[in-house]
């Protein structure tokens, strides 16, 4: 069996805290984004989710470049003031940069390798391609380190939401 097979293959209490924090941390930078991306189209946050909820990361970073590049271009500052369109863009390159990363956290199966590492392994649907479908040991500390450049993320998603006005839900029922 698989599942939880040995003792030695749990992961630890503080392993299991790690993925979890990372789990939950990404869970709430996904819906800052959703808010973002309902901000950038001038739409509320909440009937927004039937169309945010159903795209991936790279979709969702695609639609905020797209966003930000029509609110610089054909509105030239007029809706969006040109330092909320920088950040959009300092927003989309962290995402970047991170969501490997991510992805590995909350989509791979994860598996104590040590008391200090955790193996990783993603499940893939085809034969594993050399380089890219091979698992990997990531520390502990590694985990750690990820988790604290979240939350400077999710500030910086923060303070761009607070450079757009928020559509009132109550304004459709009116």
Request: no cysteine; hydrophobic share 45%.
């Amino acid at each position: 069996m698989l599942f939880r097979e040995t003792e030695y293959a749990r992961p630890t209490p503080t392993q299991y805290a790690l993925l979890g924090e990372a789990v939950v941390d990404w869970s709430i930078i996904d819906l800052l984004v959703e808010s973002l991306l309902a901000r950038l189209v001038r739409a509320p946050d909440f009937p927004m989710l039937a169309i945010t909820k159903r795209l991936g990361a790279d979709a969702r970073n695609a639609a905020l470049q797209a966003l930000a590049e029509m609110h610089e271009q054909r509105y030239g500052g007029r809706a969006l003031p040109s330092e909320a369109v920088a950040k959009v863009a300092l927003i989309r390159k962290r995402l970047e940069a991170l969501k490997p990363f991510r992805n590995r956290v909350a989509h791979w199966i994860w598996m104590r390798q040590s008391d200090d590492a955790l193996f990783g392994t993603p499940m893939v649907g085809r034969v594993p391609k050399r380089g890219r479908d091979e698992g990997m040991v990531m520390t502990n500390a590694e985990l750690r380190a990820h988790l604290d450049e979240l939350p400077s993320l999710a500030e910086l998603i923060e303070a761009a939401l607070q450079d757009l006005p928020e559509v009132d839900e109550r304004s459709l029922l009116s």
